[in-house]
């Protein structure tokens, strides 16, 4: 099988190439590099089934030469700064939404009729149920990136049925693990290292995160896609059956690090518009087809702990 990725280069996208390559496939990445980075792909690109492409998915014609006779896409590439959404108003819109449209229109044009997308739980905005399920009513939407991926599916899903094309559209949970280069965590560990002292908190502290291990994320993701009963059209939420509070998270830090700061709240119960106090989404679509999680929530901070004090120059870069 011959995979094009866009984004690739990124935190899951590089990861999801790793194994890719390692279950003998060829891959094309194709990634602006805006914030991919040549490093994760160290160990990929001594592999000759792996194709680098440096290529925005807004370039539609480059993107549709690009991903000539392959036969499967991975769409991974967008802007995932929650947080600063509103401060550029037209980033998601531009990344999200339209680069979704060009991915299809570029598949459709080089006759490839599957599609698998990094959807987001953002997407439920502060659902009323928790947890959270795949077919749970969409409410309010509560932040840019969200409605970005709203848009992002409902294209997907125009198109499958359109175009007689197949999609996977994962909701994830916050990732994290191996090559993780931003989230609160990274925040976190970034700050502690300039200030040991204190450290500075956006929200009260009690807000409830869900996170996914990257290496879990891609299990899923594999299982989901090989799954002999797919539908035309697949949805899975990707997370685990627990959550933890930001609080929590923090003394996990601290303690990995051996210090004891003075934490300094801002902003309520949520720290910035669109950032959802309880995120928990209900798995077990994903659970029925073979997949479940490895890692708890607290291995994953730790392994994300152990990767950052490993590869201090992340920090430094971003």
Not at 102 to 121: D, P, Q
């Amino acid at each position: 099988m011959k995979y094009f990725v866009t984004g690739g280069a990124g935190f899951i996208g590089s990861n999801l190439v790793d194994r890719l390559l390692s279950d003998g496939n060829e891959v094309v990445i194709y990634d602006n590099f805006s914030t991919g980075m040549l490093e994760f792909l160290k160990e990929a690109k001594k592999n000759p089934n792996l194709k680098i492409i440096t290529g925005d998915i807004l370039d539609t014609e480059f993107l549709t030469v690009s991903m000539s006779k392959c036969d499967f896409v991975f769409h991974l590439a967008a802007n995932a700064d929650v947080r600063h959404g509103i401060e550029h108003s037209g980033k998601d819109l531009l990344q999200n939404t339209i680069g979704t449209f060009n991915v299809l229109e570029a598949m459709r044009f080089n006759n490839i009729s599957k599609i698998a997308f990094s959807s987001t739980g953002s997407v439920y905005g502060e659902s009323s149920v928790i947890p959270t399920p795949e077919d749970a009513p969409f409410p309010i939407q509560t932040s840019l990136y969200g409605a970005s991926k709203v848009a992002g599916e409902a294209l997907i899903q125009s198109y499958c049925v359109g175009f007689g094309m197949q999609s996977w559209i994962f909701r994830f949970v916050s990732i994290l693990g191996n090559r993780y280069s931003h989230g609160h965590i990274f925040d976190f560990v970034k700050q502690l290292q300039k200030h040991p002292y204190y450290l500075n908190v956006l929200g009260d502290g009690t807000q409830k995160k869900s996170y996914l291990n990257v290496k879990d994320c891609i299990d899923a993701m594999l299982i989901a896609t090989n799954n002999f009963y797919n539908k035309q059209i697949n949805i899975y939420n990707l997370g685990t059956d627990e959550y933890i509070e930001v609080n929590n998270s923090i003394k996990i830090i601290c303690k990995y690090m051996n210090i004891n700061p003075q934490i300094n709240y801002s902003g309520g119960n949520r720290g910035w518009v669109g950032d959802n106090p309880m995120i928990l989404l209900d798995c077990q679509r994903i659970r029925n087809v073979g997949w479940k999680p490895l890692y708890t929530i607290k291995e994953s901070i730790v392994d994300t702990l152990r990767y950052l004090e490993q590869n201090e120059w992340l920090l430094e870069v971003r």
